[in-house]
């Protein structure tokens, strides 16, 4: 969390789930260091004296998130470093089985700044990470949850997940495929049998981006989810469209 207005409206919507769901929230907050601080360390730490600089954050990061800590367990954390880093850190230390970030920041220089850290922890994370979308509300429940299959090795994770997010919130679920095959929605259906849940099969063609975008724009869609692989690098057809189904979703994204 960096205490910015974005961030304070995705908070909102990021607790919300998480009392949907039912599950605690590791509020972090990073205090980065200055580019070149590390040159002249002892002078750097005279001037910026950590420990008030600690215990600032910590009381900002309380009355940032005051109001939305009602029936949600909320850990509150703050720690030194790059934020990117921190947080990979926090998801091992912490036991994190989600990451939910802000993809971009208010500003030009922000969305710069904070889509290079949103990248890194897609990249590097060792558990899912969620990332909102572009017309994000804050109040809105999960209802329409919508799960892209490229049937690739992880196929069965992904399905899990998003099952675990409908069952949690009530809400139903679609499977969708881009591409082509008989055998397709035979293989989802047997995809939501084994991770114990109800769910349409799509199968549908033309560019996997453009496709489940507009897929989860016509049926309105409150979560898209789609899977990485074994390196965390975005998985099969997905690789090159992840980036963008990512960034022009209207609705959050799950990348698993």
Excluded at 81 to 105: N, Q, Y
Excluded at 125 to 143: I, L
């Amino acid at each position: 969390m960096d205490f910015s207005s974005h961030c304070a409206l995705v908070g909102v919507e990021v607790f919300a789930a998480a009392r949907q769901w039912g599950v605690e929230i590791v509020a972090l907050h990073a205090l980065g260091l200055p580019t070149g601080s590390d040159e002249d360390w002892q002078a750097f730490l005279q001037l910026v004296k950590p420990d008030r600089q600690r215990e600032m954050a910590e009381q900002r990061l309380m009355k940032f998130i005051k109001e939305e800590v009602a029936e949600v367990a909320c850990c509150r954390v703050v720690v030194n470093g790059h934020p990117a880093k921190e947080i990979l850190e926090a998801v091992d230390r912490e036991g994190v089985d989600v990451v939910m970030m802000p993809r971009r920041g208010l500003t030009a220089f922000d969305s710069i700044l904070f889509g290079s850290v949103a990248e890194r922890v897609l990249h590097k994370a060792k558990c899912p990470v969620w990332t909102e979308g572009q017309d994000a509300e804050s109040s809105k429940r999960y209802e329409d949850v919508l799960c892209a299959v490229d049937l690739g090795p992880a196929a069965a994770d992904v399905v899990e997940w998003a099952a675990t997010v409908t069952k949690r919130s009530g809400a139903k679920l679609r499977l969708i495929h881009v591409g082509h095959g008989d055998g397709a929605q035979v293989e989802m259906k047997h995809l939501a049998e084994r991770a114990g849940v109800e769910a349409s099969c799509l199968v549908r063609s033309g560019p996997v981006d453009e496709v489940i975008l507009r897929e989860a724009e016509l049926h309105g869609a409150d979560l898209i989810v789609i899977g990485r692989g074994e390196e965390r690098q975005f998985l099969g057809r997905f690789r090159s469209h992840a980036h963008s189904i990512i960034h022009r979703s209207p609705c959050a994204v799950l990348s698993v």
